[in-house]
């Protein structure tokens, strides 16, 4: 059975069209099966290089000259990240962390909807989204709502995209479009769905999202995070951290505080390059391998890992549906966080656990083979 | 007469008892007098080689699993930087940009003294920490004092302890006692200081403070910044962006928000590994060559780019007393800016300019040669 299953397996990977993406990226042990790459993408090759070169020839060899080309590196990025979320130029910038991303997406949404007295976040939600909502709410003397319902005293939604725990996709236009026409304004979190899925935020009326490059987008442990405003709103927004970075003339010392009219008012304080270069290096191949090459990738080997589960009779929650899902699936197991600890220490497969009993198997559609699915749920399914 | 000042340049460089540590440092050419390191440091040899190691070895083949030593690391980090601006383990954390640390002292700060109704901050005081005042009185209600005469109705004074422009050092331990004895809290930002000077944030009774890594510590571009809370102040501080590094336990997803009783309380999203890992490095050199040795050499340059003036007849506002005085010096220029610009270009002389006519010659006493200053005082003084 299992057998099968593998054999299956290389045959998918053989006639996989993005097979040819795994090569742009540092493969240490071709016998692990990372399942993982969703908490924290692998090293694209071209990472080593520019990082090699960022050091040696823009900061050790230009010194402060390099700042001429580094003051608006965050834009740039951004403009080259935005078409993989259906954005335009000038609609995305890549800085700082998700977290403080979204603080300043929820402050400035909650400053454009003065008149309404809660935001609403799930109880599902990340933490950190969480966290947030409860933080500006509480400093903005506003209620938390646990639903979505009723938005009529909501000024602020914040979702995310991809469910963290379930993988589930939510309608960003259906969402965004119930929630405006209640009068509130979506901040969305694309984390989970960022390099993965095909997302449209302008045709979906988005006025905010926020994301990370850590994960689908293999920009690195911690890399900077992304601010999506919708162009016809960022002259209107007044994000709470008005750092240097975003004046409208940085170097005029004397200069009261004008924020600029453009994606730039999101950024904060000297953007990290090492970090900034590593996020633009993964995120030029996802750009280059093509966003819907990436999708029908990752809904192929997700749908796979499902017929895997009901081959071996693993119970998975995640969705049947593909055009629901989203780049992981989940495994109730009732040894799941033993037995990931232990498949890691072995390491022969590399997954995730979440509590109670949940096994997550991370597809990132560049790196993954269909083989690493197969021999994972053969490992999961073998366990004692 | 410049002569004469680059004969003494090079007997005092040969007398130097930093000399060495030069050689820690990627020099691509060594002809190049670079007095800049106030804007930029020097990379480290060991970025080069820790940077690939962690790119390569920690996050390409170790994976997910590295997250396990990476997740305190920036407490880790600040433990080493601790020593430097005299402050205990637990009370020094880096993390994020210079401004989003200094908006999380101020908003904190702020919170401590809810009775008062003023922040107080220079109009000379850096661009980015008077946004940071004037957005963050903005947002709760108060008044911004425009200088530090009577504090009775101040609950947070920002300042620098070394001014960018004129290099003026501020006592801290006398000003924060001021402060406090009007009922003030004060946060310090450290940032031309830091890796320069002798700090004694403890013995001065200081609360909070913050600095950047990317100018004396040789972190790298936008290296991650630092923030100090003194220890018996930590558990009663609320920060403004509660993300899920400042969690108490971080993987407890459905838990309610608690902060974590100490410093990691100052934390918020994913920290950045790359820049992270680089300020280290920068940070374990100050370490290593002393703080009492830096700043002693920094007292002995400046001096001599002071004597050096008076040779040859320019004028500089910087401070004779060296007690008073940071690590660079202003000289003032009719043509400030575009003899900056030539001696850039020819990368001879790499200096900064600052409007409307000062050309600022920073001295970073690990990296930067007494002739590296004579060079550049002659070459001023040589100009048309």
Same mark, same amino acid.
């Given at each position: 059975?299992?057998?099968?299953?593998?054999?299956?397996?290389?045959?998918?990977?053989?006639?996989?069209?993005?097979?040819?993406?795994?090569?742009?990226?540092?493969?240490?042990?071709?016998?692990?099966?990372?399942?993982?790459?969703?908490?924290?993408?692998?090293?694209?090759?071209?990472?080593?290089?520019?990082?090699?070169?960022?050091?040696?020839?823009?900061?050790?060899?230009?010194?402060?000259?390099?700042?001429? =080309?580094?003051?608006?590196?965050?834009?740039?990025?951004?403009?080259?990240?935005?078409?993989?979320?259906?954005?335009?130029?000038?609609?995305?910038?890549? =800085?700082?962390?998700?977290?403080?991303?979204?603080?300043?997406?929820?402050?400035?949404?909650?400053?454009?909807?003065?008149?309404?007295?809660?935001?609403?976040?799930?109880?599902?939600?990340?933490?950190?989204?969480?966290?947030?909502?409860?933080?500006?709410?509480?400093?903005?003397?506003?209620?938390?709502?646990?639903?979505?319902?009723?938005?009529?005293?909501?000024?602020?939604?914040?979702?995310?995209?991809?469910?963290?725990?379930?993988?589930?996709?939510?309608?960003?236009?259906?969402?965004?479009?119930?929630?405006?026409?209640?009068?509130?304004?979506?901040?969305?979190?694309?984390? =989970?769905?960022?390099?993965?899925?095909?997302?449209?935020?302008?045709?979906?009326?988005?006025?905010?999202?926020?994301?990370?490059?850590?994960?689908?987008?293999?920009?690195?442990?911690?890399?900077?995070?992304?601010?999506?405003?919708?162009?016809?709103?960022?002259?209107?927004?007044?994000?709470?951290?008005?750092?240097?970075?975003?004046?409208?003339?940085?170097?005029?010392?004397?200069?009261?505080?004008?924020?600029?009219?453009?994606?730039?008012?999101?950024?904060?304080?000297?953007?990290?390059?090492?970090?900034?270069?590593?996020?633009?290096?993964?995120?030029?191949?996802?750009?280059?391998?093509?966003?819907?090459?990436?999708?029908?990738?990752?809904?192929?080997?997700?749908?796979?890992?499902?017929?895997?589960?009901?081959?071996?009779?693993?119970?998975?929650?995640?969705?049947?549906?593909?055009? =629901?899902?989203?780049?992981?699936?989940?495994?109730?197991?009732?040894?799941?966080?033993?037995?990931?600890?232990?498949?890691?220490?072995?390491?022969?497969?590399?997954?995730?656990?979440?509590?109670?009993?949940?096994?997550?198997?991370?597809?990132?559609?560049?790196?993954?083979?269909?083989?690493?699915?197969?021999?994972?749920?053969?490992?999961?399914?073998?366990?004692?």
């Amino acid at each position: 059975m299992t057998t099968e299953m593998l054999a299956q397996a290389i045959e998918l990977d053989a006639a996989d069209p993005l097979k040819g993406w795994r090569d742009e990226f540092v493969i240490t042990d071709d016998d692990v099966a990372y399942l993982d790459g969703n908490s924290l993408g692998m090293t694209p090759r071209r990472t080593l290089d520019r990082v090699d070169t960022v050091i040696r020839g823009e900061w050790a060899h230009d010194l402060i000259a390099s700042w001429a =080309h580094w003051l608006d590196l965050p834009q740039r990025v951004g403009d080259q990240l935005a078409p993989l979320v259906g954005a335009g130029p000038g609609e995305v910038v890549v =800085h700082d962390s998700t977290t403080v991303n979204l603080y300043q997406a929820v402050r400035s949404a909650a400053r454009l909807r003065p008149d309404r007295r809660a935001i609403a976040v799930a109880p599902t939600e990340f933490p950190t989204d969480r966290y947030i909502v409860e933080g500006v709410a509480g400093e903005l003397g506003l209620a938390v709502q646990p639903d979505f319902d009723d938005l009529s005293r909501v000024g602020v939604v914040v979702r995310s995209m991809v469910d963290y725990r379930t993988a589930v996709v939510t309608d960003i236009a259906a969402e965004t479009e119930r929630a405006s026409a209640a009068g509130a304004i979506t901040v969305w979190d694309l984390s =989970h769905g960022a390099g993965l899925l095909e997302i449209e935020l302008n045709a979906a009326g988005a006025e905010f999202a926020v994301g990370c490059t850590y994960k689908y987008l293999n920009g690195g442990p911690g890399a900077p995070a992304f601010n999506y405003v919708a162009g016809n709103l960022i002259d209107r927004v007044e994000q709470p951290i008005p750092g240097w970075f975003s004046q409208v003339d940085q170097f005029d010392m004397d200069a009261a505080y004008t924020p600029r009219p453009d994606i730039g008012r999101m950024l904060i304080g000297t953007p990290g390059i090492l970090g900034l270069v590593a996020a633009q290096c993964g995120i030029e191949i996802s750009a280059e391998a093509g966003i819907e090459r990436i999708a029908a990738k990752g809904r192929a080997i997700t749908g796979f890992a499902l017929d895997c589960c009901d081959t071996v009779g693993l119970d998975s929650p995640s969705p049947r549906d593909a055009r =629901h899902r989203g780049g992981h699936i989940s495994i109730r197991h009732p040894d799941a966080e033993s037995l990931v600890a232990r498949l890691a220490s072995e390491r022969r497969v590399i997954a995730d656990y979440r509590v109670p009993d949940v096994i997550r198997l991370g597809c990132s559609p560049l790196t993954t083979r269909y083989r690493d699915v197969a021999v994972a749920i053969a490992a999961i399914a073998a366990a004692p």
